[in-house]
């Protein structure tokens, strides 16, 4: 966690410097400034430290202070200072949220004591913040990445370690694999999720429009450009800036990438004014870049930044036991956006939906599910035979893992529920779970 500050707030030099000479000899880091205003600009919600502030400031006084602190963050703790005979005013700061007051003159172990004491509070009260945005970030992970197959559990753990981190990462995954939820999921896991999630297809894009549209242009700069254009990058200032495709993106525009990604500034065409930048890069592909880099057809020096870390997506023919509960969940999706009934699968169906290699992934069962959902059919090999499809025994295999796994979900892990359910012993469930490595 980030150190602690007591923020000093007086607009008497004297008593401003004494304070913080106090509380710097007990170790505390300290930040004096004069006025309400000047604190205003500094202190926001889940501000790392505490507030010691005068009742009587220029300007804006200390219970105008007091109000808009606790407007902006109730739990913050606020200790006023008074004058002799003020008693009054700190019953009503007390009554307006103040943790509490010193009236002057004050010694400066009664300052330190205060201050540690409110330190002590606020630290706890942001690390508890802290583990309940974390416990809500895995939370939503797990409604966001569907599945209960042991690579979603390890991708999930590892968006989890990387969310509140700076790392470029790389995702790389078959079409159709969710290489967007997943940087969707990096964003909004991290503290970046307020500020913007900016998302460009690198493919989508004419390459005479690449540099304009990302890096933005100033007005004149060409045929055209009528006003001054904030570019992607620029946009996602604070945020994720998402590059889906990024193997194609044009080898001139890679070069001004890595600038950006090297120095954090951005220049706009037509502007030799660097402009700061702090957007996080995730970039996507389905290709093998080290190959195109040695090949020469991508820059390696680009390869090696964006490659910090990479998240490898698994295809969908290589979790089968998620399908039926992917299936459950497009269907549901569907059925709210047709206004259809939600019919489920049989178990003919899920025998099927199982032992399909997926060539197109979860997109193609999405797309499935809402066929399903229309009326369609629910056949992935409808016209014609699948493409590899699995062998008898082994697809068996997979459709029985799969439905165990489902059995345990819908039953919350418990094994005598699950079992009743499948129509088998709880043993023989025992020793099918143990078999597929179940949990």
């Avoid at 690579?151 to 079409?175: P, S």
Wanted: aromatic share 4%; with cysteine.
């Amino acid at each position: 966690m980030t150190a602690m500050t007591v923020m000093i707030v007086e607009d008497d030099p004297d008593v401003r410097l004494g304070c913080e000479q106090a509380l710097r000899l007990e170790g505390m880091a300290t930040r004096a400034v004069p006025s309400a205003e000047a604190a205003l600009r500094e202190v926001q919600a889940g501000y790392a430290g505490i507030v010691v502030s005068d009742i009587h400031l220029p300007g804006a006084d200390g219970m105008a202070l007091l109000r808009e602190l606790m407007a902006r963050d109730a739990a913050l703790p606020v200790i006023m200072i008074t004058g002799h005979g003020d008693v009054s005013l700190a019953v009503q700061a007390m009554k307006q949220g103040a943790y509490d007051f010193l009236e002057k003159p004050f010694s400066p172990e009664r300052l330190v004591a205060t201050c540690r004491r409110a330190l002590d509070k606020r630290r706890l009260a942001l690390e508890v913040a802290e583990l309940r945005a974390r416990l809500a970030g895995r939370e939503a992970l797990s409604a966001r990445l569907i599945g209960d197959s042991p690579a979603i559990g390890r991708l999930r753990q590892m968006i989890a370690d990387l969310a509140d981190t700076a790392a470029n990462v790389l995702i790389h995954g078959e079409t159709g694999t969710g290489k967007e939820l997943v940087a969707r999921c990096l964003h909004e896991a991290s503290g970046r999720r307020a500020r913007h999630f900016v998302p460009i297809n690198c493919g989508g894009l004419p390459e005479q429009l690449f540099e304009s549209e990302i890096f933005g242009h100033e007005a004149g700069s060409f045929t055209g450009a009528a006003r001054r254009r904030i570019g992607k990058i620029e946009h996602a200032e604070g945020g994720t800036l998402f590059l889906d495709e990024i193997e194609s993106m044009p080898m001139p525009m890679q070069i001004k990438l890595l600038r950006v990604l090297q120095e954090r500034v951005v220049e706009r065409l037509g502007s030799n004014l660097p402009v700061p930048v702090n957007a996080r890069v995730v970039a996507a592909t389905k290709a093998d870049l080290r190959a195109l880099a040695d090949a020469g057809q991508f820059r390696a020096d680009l390869y090696y930044r964006l490659n910090v870390v990479t998240l490898a997506l698994p295809p969908l023919r290589e979790r089968r036991e998620d399908v039926p509960q992917l299936f459950e969940h497009f269907v549901a999706q569907a059925a709210l956006r047709f206004e259809r009934e939600a019919v489920p699968a049989t178990a003919a169906e899920l025998a099927r939906l199982v032992a399909y290699p997926w060539p197109g992934n979860v997109r193609e069962l999405r797309n499935l599910a809402e066929r399903h959902v229309l009326g369609l059919g629910c056949d992935p090999a409808q016209g014609g035979a699948a493409p590899h499809a699995l062998p008898l025994p082994q697809a068996v295999e997979q459709f029985e893992r799969a439905l165990i796994a489902d059995a345990l979900r819908r039953h919350d892990g418990n094994l005598t529920r699950a079992s009743e359910a499948l129509g088998v012993a709880k043993t023989t469930l025992f020793d099918k779970v143990r078999k597929y490595g179940l949990n």
